[in-house]
């Protein structure tokens, strides 16, 4: 907008005119007539020149005639093919004042172009020899431009009774052009310490009117030294692209580095010359933390980038789907001009074949650490993957903070390997690691009277109670009161306020929109429906102790694992889940990671005992379809995700009734399958996946 408004001139001087700026009197004039009545009216002599425009094109000054002034109205109209302004002419020379940040950089007075008769050559030839200088190129890379004869140099010759043929006196100066833009052949000359305060202030001002970070303030006086007031000067002009080569490079005078304080306003030495980046790794909850952490940074009204397991999101919109945990996705983050925040889920995976995105993040999180992906990637013990999750914690910057789990000793002792700050978080706050981490001032998050508490060594904050903090069960999930008290730690580092962080605990559901899979639950039909993503013995197991805490139904539960996991952590995940699980459905990845058909459900089947009834498909779709055909009103039916898109469409299908009859209608208790499954042979564990 303030580009606008410098372009429009009769606006830019009714603006400055209403706050007391001297600027000249004038008049726009759409045709010749016109324009030599608003000569009359405000005195002669005049400057015509367009009323939108720049680098002094176009622009004739100090007309006397009427035939002058019809002639420039016709050169203005010709650069600009819109309306013309006519002015008081302004008598002195002009001065360039650059503003910057709202503060007077360097000022320049500048000379039209103009030749030293010799006698003999004329005009156009001296025109010739003074663009020799090989200072003077075409455009504006160098510190003067070349002289072009054009219609404008013309009519200045024609006013001194010359033309570009004429052979002017030795020592005779022949003005080339009325105005002293250096895009036109003038020169300039540093004035930056003549400047009187009163014509700075008054520069400073009209930038500040125009809302311009960096503006040139072209003025006409006789002397820049003395207050425009006492010889009639004025601004005759605002220019919101000011060029910055008369101060760089002038032709007399001191050189003016006016391109650090541009530097210095766009980068201040206070700010951050990076955004907050806040990681987070860990074996299980990586993602509804990640995505608990954005919506809190969400709620103080940040423009977050998240990446996570399920995509790419800029502000809460999905702009690219599938696992996005690794590098090469935060770097898509990284880069996007509005992010104010990146949330980056940090998986395992990525650390081991690229690394981190980030040489620093303001705040590293580690969830937990337990066995998963073992003997994948050189990693073969617990100990092996919290080195791996360590990284991200060695990466914080030593002014930000590693927020640890204080309950899981492989993740607390991380504290070791960093100089920033730590914040632990723990389900006890009488846990020792906590207790001494605050004898020694330092900071931590717990539960304590069922409410989040943020504590030091000297204050405590009670956060919120946890029956406001829906996704928790009012704290009998404890999975989730872990989640939460990651996340608050890691917002609570990054600075935000404890009040957005309370809002955005009480806020936040853990549904198919905000985090879609893990521990979605819904009712269709009569039938609870337990949508998660747990795939490790921990996780499994975690997600029984919350379903324990519910209310008590009968429980179905169609599962997969995956086939990249060694055989006894696919068996051991299996019988995790049978303290709660009444019924089981087997189903076949459609990713089955270097594994055979059948084998994954066969091996999982087999870990489970004989009077546990199982049933065995081949696909997702059919695990989750002969799920619901299993279920009556009153069951609770649990499905371990595979791919969870297609799995939300199959359920989104049977909760609109838009599957056939036969799948969206549970079976009455008379037609459940309840048959003890065929027992099959399973291999001895050895610690690596099976081949039979």
């Not at 204050?459 to 999975?479: H, N, S, Y």
Request: glycine residues 8%; negative net charge.
């Amino acid at each position: 907008i303030a580009v606008d408004l410098c372009q429009e001139k009769p606006l830019t001087n009714k603006m400055l005119r209403a706050v007391g700026v001297p600027v000249p009197a004038g008049g726009i004039a759409p045709s010749a007539d016109e324009a030599w009545n608003i000569a009359q009216a405000v005195g002669l002599p005049v400057v015509v020149k367009p009323s939108e425009g720049h680098q002094g094109k176009g622009v004739s000054v100090h007309l006397t005639m009427e035939a002058d002034v019809r002639n420039a109205f016709q050169i203005a109209l010709q650069q600009n093919r819109g309306d013309v302004l006519v002015e008081r002419f302004i008598q002195g020379r002009d001065h360039r004042l650059l503003v910057i940040n709202g503060k007077l950089a360097a000022a320049a007075r500048r000379d039209p172009p103009a030749v030293i008769g010799d006698g003999q050559y004329t005009i156009a030839e001296l025109v010739e020899i003074l663009n020799q200088d090989p200072r003077r190129r075409p455009g504006h890379s160098s510190s003067l431009t070349r002289i072009v004869l054009d219609d404008a140099v013309d009519l200045t010759l024609s006013q001194q009774g010359m033309t570009r043929e004429s052979v002017p006196d030795e020592g005779q100066a022949v003005k080339l052009r009325t105005n002293s833009n250096l895009s036109t052949g003038g020169t300039a000359v540093d004035m930056t310490d003549d400047v009187h305060p009163r014509n700075a202030r008054l520069a400073e001002l009209a930038a500040q009117i125009l809302a311009l970070d960096v503006a040139g303030i072209d003025i006409l006086c006789h002397d820049i030294s003395r207050p425009l007031a006492e010889q009639d000067g004025a601004i005759v002009e605002v220019n919101a692209a000011p060029g910055l080569r008369m101060h760089l490079h002038p032709a007399e005078g001191t050189p003016r580095d006016v391109g650090q304080p541009i530097v210095e306003m766009l980068y201040p030495d206070d700010s951050p010359a990076r955004i907050p980046i806040i990681a987070v790794t860990g074996t299980n909850g990586k993602t509804t933390v990640t995505r608990l952490i954005s919506h809190m940074v969400e709620t103080a009204h940040k423009v977050v980038g998240m990446t996570c397991t399920d995509g790419i999101y800029i502000n809460s919109e999905l702009v690219r789907k599938g696992d996005s945990a690794g590098p090469k996705s935060a770097e898509t983050v990284l880069l996007h001009p509005y992010v104010e925040v990146a949330v980056l889920e940090t998986a395992r995976g990525g650390i081991l074949r690229e690394g981190l995105a980030f040489d620093e993040c303001l705040v590293g999180v580690v969830t937990n650490v337990t066995s998963d992906h073992l003997g994948l990637g050189g990693i073969d013990t617990v100990e092996e993957i919290a080195r791996v999750k360590q990284v991200v914690v060695e990466a914080v910057e030593r002014e930000g903070a590693a927020v640890l789990n204080a309950d899981d000793p492989l993740v607390a002792e991380m504290a070791a390997a960093t100089d920033a700050r730590v914040v632990y978080f723990s389900h006890d706050p009488h846990n020792h690691i906590v207790q001494a981490h605050l004898a020694d001032n330092g900071w931590c998050v717990f539960v304590q009277d069922n409410a989040i508490v943020m504590a030091t060594g000297e204050a405590q904050v009670d956060l919120v109670e946890l029956d406001r903090v829906p996704f928790t069960l009012g704290g009998k999930i404890d999975f989730q009161v872990a989640n939460a008290l990651a996340a608050v730690g890691a917002a609570w580092a990054a600075g935000l306020n404890p009040a957005m962080i309370g809002r955005a605990l009480t806020t936040f559901q853990t549904d198919t929109r905000m985090v879609p899979g893990r521990f979605n639950v819904q009712e269709i039909n009569g039938v609870e429906l337990l949508l998660d993503y747990g795939h490790n013995p921990a996780a499994l197991k975690a997600l029984g102790e919350a379903v324990q805490v519910m209310e008590l139904r009968r429980t179905i539960m169609v599962i997969t694992l995956p086939g990249d996991r060694r055989d006894e952590d696919i068996v051991a995940s299996t019988r995790a889940t049978l303290p709660y699980v009444d019924a089981y459905v087997l189903y076949d990845s459609l990713d089955l990671r270097g594994r055979r058909q059948d084998e994954i459900p066969l091996m999982m089947r087999a870990a489970l005992p004989e009077n546990i009834p199982a049933q065995l498909t081949r696909s997702p779709r059919d695990g989750i379809l002969k799920g619901w055909q299993s279920a009556q009103p009153g069951d609770r039916l649990i499905i371990i995700l595979d791919e969870v898109d297609e799995a939300l469409e199959i359920i989104q299908g049977i909760a609109s009734g838009t599957m056939d009859a036969e799948c969206a209608t549970p079976l009455a208790a008379d037609d459940l399958d309840v048959r003890p499954r065929e027992r099959v042979s399973f291999p001895v564990l050895s610690g690596k996946r099976s081949e039979a």
